[in-house]
T-cell receptor
Framework: SAVISQKPSRDICQRGTSLTIQCQVD?????MFWYRQQPGQSLTLIAT?????????ESGFVIDKFPISRPNLTFSTLTVSNMSPEDSSIYLC??????????FGQGTRLTVV | AQSVTQPDIHITVSEGASLELRCNYS??????LFWYVQSPGQGLQLLLK??????LVQGIKGFEAEFKRSQSSFNLRKPSVHWSDAAEYFC?????????????FGSGTRLQVQP
């Protein structure tokens, strides 16, 4: 199994600013995934982060808005840039499920005011 | 591309009654299927998963699900619901696609339990 720690757990930010969310895994993993859960909605994949290469973004998400770093096999960050109230969501990181399951962090609840 | 449909947005059941939450998927090969539960303000907890083998899978908290390939379904069941089961339930499908193994989630079913 994997234990995933996300920081911060929640934040309230001013519009126009940026927030960087950290995701730390207790074991080395090949892929990490970032999801967004808008209020009352399901989870939508933002991007896939591989160590040593650029992240792969899903349709509707762009690197300028959601830059991702993956400096090693246990850590990743997601930045939400130039925030607007529409970015208010829960952001979750997840690790590759391999042959068992997908593990999720507790999420970062972001409110943009 | 894979997709998941949870046709019931909201379900209300009485405590002690049986429960079935529906999930239909679309995927070209044998999918990996999951059910997650999310309580208010909490993260996602895996209830059960299907990878292969026996099509009836048992999970935590007394939940089970049955994979029916002919119906492209993976419905979640519980014989007797407890008040603590009130939460949001998500069905998800996973697939190995060119090295990416992310999950596609359904829209969720919110379960309300009446005393």
């Amino acid at each position: 199994s994997a234990v995933i720690s996300q920081k911060p757990s929640r934040d309230i930010c001013q519009r126009g600013t940026s927030l960087t969310i950290q995701c730390q895994v207790d074991s080395q993993v090949t892929m990490m995934f970032w999801y967004r859960q808008q209020p009352g909605q399901s989870l939508t994949l933002i991007a896939t982060a591989n160590q040593g290469s650029e992240a792969t973004y899903e349709s509707g998400f762009v690197i300028d808005k959601f830059p991702i770093s993956r400096p090693n096999l246990t850590f990743s960050t997601l930045t939400v840039s130039n925030m607007s109230p529409e970015d208010s969501s829960i952001y979750l990181c997840s690790v590759d499920f391999g042959s068992t399951e997908a593990f999720f962090g507790q999420g970062t609840r972001l409110t943009v005011v | 591309a894979q997709s998941v449909t949870q046709p019931d947005i909201h379900i209300t059941v009485s405590e002690g009654a049986s429960l079935e939450l529906r999930c239909n998927y679309s995927y070209g090969a044998t999918p990996y299927l999951f059910w997650y539960v999310q309580s208010p303000g909490q993260g996602l907890q895996l209830l059960l998963k299907y990878f292969s083998g026996d099509t009836l899978v048992q999970g935590i908290k007394g939940f089970e699900a049955e994979f029916k390939r002919s119906q492209s379904s993976f419905n979640l069941r519980k014989p007797s619901v407890h008040w603590s089961d009130a939460a949001e339930y998500f069905c998800a499908v996973g697939a190995k696609v060119t090295g990416r193994r992310a999950l596609t989630f359904g829209s969720g079913t919110r379960l309300q339990v009446q005393p």
